[in-house]
């Protein structure tokens, strides 16, 4: 099971970041993203496509809609700069834990 | 709640390295523990589980035959080791806990610092 994502998407402070993931059947699916800032280990941003942990700021936002899941990053600031992933678990697989490519976000 | 992992590690081709995972802040034995690797600038990968009750656990297959997930419920660590290990085997391995208590099929959250093992003779 494959999960696309862009691998790099460019955004200048203040203005919006909208991050793809893109499967079979995501819908059907429960989908959660994740920020790596460079040198650290990820850190979950939204879980069960659109639900936010505490501590994380409203201008992450989640939704899914057909076969993409979107990560949105609403007035960008500079410290948002990492690489994104989606994930998704798919049972019927011998990899079912599965990542997004990933996608790197830069702030202009 | 939080992960702490061993340090990096310097090994030899075809030498053995364990990696451990001590988890405080919460009952270790009701969430499943979850092992992720990082290439040097590449994605993630998810690579097994492990349950701290009841010690089941899974590999990928490509893993299978090289690699062994167990814990110590009495200090509350769990640890991967890896054999036989190859210059493919250099990354970041991280574990993160499963979101929900008993479920294996949710978000990771949280993740330890990571441990970067590093194979060259």
């Known amino acids: 099971y494959v999960l696309t994502q862009p691998p790099s998407l460019s955004v200048a402070p203040g203005q919006t970041a909208k991050i793809t993931c893109g499967g079979n059947?995501?819908?059907?699916?429960?989908v959660h993203w994740y920020q790596q800032r460079p040198g650290q280990a990820p850190a979950l941003v939204v879980y069960?496509?659109?639900d936010r942990p505490s501590g994380v700021p409203e201008r992450f936002s989640g939704s899914i809609a057909g076969n993409t899941a979107t990560l949105t990053i609403s007035r960008v600031e500079v410290g948002d700069e990492a690489d994104y992933y989606c994930q998704v678990w798919h049972n019927s697989s011998p990899h079912p834990g599965v990542f997004g490519t990933g996608t790197k976000v830069t702030v202009l | 709640v939080s992960l702490v992992q061993s340090g990096a590690e310097v090994v030899k081709p075809g030498a053995s390295v364990k990696v451990s995972c001590k988890a405080s802040?919460?009952?270790?034995?009701?969430?499943?523990l979850n092992w992720v690797r990082q290439a040097p600038g590449q994605g993630l990968e998810w690579i097994g589980w492990i349950n701290p009750r009841s010690g089941g656990r899974y590999l990928i297959p490509t893993l299978q035959d090289r690699a062994t997930l167990t814990r110590d419920t009495s200090i509350n660590t769990a640890y991967i080791e890896l054999t036989n290990v190859t210059s493919g085997d250099t990354a970041s391995y991280y574990c993160?806990?499963?979101?929900?208590?008993?479920?294996?099929?949710?978000?990771?959250?949280?993740w330890g610092q990571g441990t970067l093992v590093t194979v060259s003779s």
């Open positions: 802040g919460y009952i270790f034995s009701e969430f499943y």
């Open positions: 059947n995501i819908e059907t699916k429960n």
């Open positions: 069960d496509e659109t």
């Open positions: 993160a806990r499963s979101g929900k208590g008993g479920l294996l099929e949710t978000w990771f959250d949280p």
